[in-house]
């Protein structure tokens, strides 16, 4: 497992390139600050972090404040997930990608969820450069493999490496193409438990701790 110049790397974005915990704090503060802005309450972040560490339905916690309205929800959850997030890139990652584009023959980025929402993301994190493949924006989420397709089609080289975080949809579309195949571990701040199953074609052909262990890979 090399990369090099005829190497296309393909990450998985939420929970892979970022931690998607990020993105949530920020949305569901926006959301404190918007309904505090409007209605003149002061609901406390805090409280706000508590429901969201306990997973607990925190846009049902915010209607709690608000007039009972049917309509109540679905703007919450549209604010959810149209607001312009304020995530960073780790330094370390930033690092590793410059490595990547500097070595292999592309990068790109195949994540599941709503083109407006994932793109906001992207821009947030400096990501914007790299080619995208978005499941609204293809009519179906992984593990479907349309996109892992696409992305041969446009790149036509002679090894792929995808990197991803769930074992449930990540590496079945990439293992059955002969891809070589990456699972980034939890490092306690997933949003969705990491299940790690007995079945063969649904798991990475590797496990790693942190990103930064793809440069043992990079051909030098």
Not at 86 to 104: C, F, H, P, V
Not at 106 to 132: H, M, N, P, V, Y
Request: proline fraction near 3%.
């Amino acid at each position: 497992m090399r990369i090099d110049s005829n190497t296309v790397v393909v990450f998985d974005l939420d929970d892979t390139l970022y931690n998607e915990v990020d993105f949530q704090v920020d949305a569901f503060f926006h959301i404190a600050d918007t309904v505090n802005r409007l209605f003149n309450i002061e609901i406390d972040k805090k409280e706000v972090m508590d429901e969201i560490a306990n997973k607990r339905d925190v846009i049902g916690y915010f209607c709690h404040y608000l007039p009972k309205s049917t309509s109540i929800r679905d703007t919450l959850l549209w604010l959810y997930r149209n607001h312009q997030p304020d995530i960073k890139l780790s330094q370390t990652n930033k690092l590793l990608l410059g490595r990547l584009e500097e070595t292999s023959a592309g990068i790109e980025i195949l994540t599941d969820g709503r083109s407006f929402t994932q793109r906001a993301k992207l821009k947030s994190l400096g990501l914007e450069r790299f080619g995208c493949l978005i499941s609204e924006e293809w009519g179906g989420s992984k593990p479907n493999k349309a996109r892992y397709q696409a992305v041969e089609d446009k790149y036509q080289a002679s090894a792929y490496f995808y990197i991803g975080d769930n074992p449930e949809k990540d590496f079945i579309a990439p293992n059955a193409m002969g891809w070589h195949t990456v699972g980034l571990k939890d490092n306690g701040r997933n949003i969705h438990v990491q299940k790690v199953g007995n079945e063969p074609i649904s798991q990475p052909h590797l496990w790693i701790d942190s990103l930064s262990e793809l440069t043992d890979f990079i051909e030098c």
